[in-house]
């Protein structure tokens, strides 16, 4: 199993980055996926879950309406569209799958073990 995230960078605040998660080794198709964030000195902080099929998909109010995260099942990729950076989006980010039988109502704010997570890809705001 490996998930590989990149996109990451330093962008001034009010900009955008797109992240990108590749996964392998696993059916990627069938799996909720997040991402998590955590920046130096703190807990690690849910992001947002889409569903397994892209249809869903639930965000933190720390990002709502800023982030859009999609997927690519044909690609086995995840994507995490940020908009409107701010200092305190500065973190290392992960993707991470959700361990198979969490109900989709149980995803929100749900932080999966790091055995889960991808090895994260650094995104720094700041002028």
């Known amino acids: 199993v490996q998930l590989v995230e990149s996109g990451g960078g330093m962008v001034q605040p009010g900009g955008s980055l797109r992240l990108s998660c590749a996964a392998s080794?696993?059916?990627?198709?069938?799996?909720?996926m997040n991402w998590v964030r955590q920046a130096p000195g703190k807990g690690p902080e849910w992001v947002s879950v889409?569903?397994?099929?892209?249809?869903?998909?639930y965000y933190a109010d720390s990002v709502k309406g800023r982030f859009t995260i999609s997927r690519d099942n044909a690609k086995n990729t995840l994507y995490l569209q940020m908009n409107s950076l701010k200092a305190e989006d500065t973190a290392l980010y992960y993707c991470?799958?959700?361990?198979?039988?969490?109900?989709?109502?149980?995803?929100?704010?749900?932080?999966?073990?790091?055995?889960?997570w991808g090895q994260g890809t650094q995104v720094t705001v700041s002028s």
């Open positions: 991470a799958r959700v361990p198979l039988g969490r109900r989709w109502r149980e995803t929100v704010a749900y932080v999966p073990p790091k055995a889960y």
């Open positions: 080794g696993f059916t990627f198709s069938t799996y909720y």
């Open positions: 889409i569903s397994s099929v892209g249809d869903s998909t």
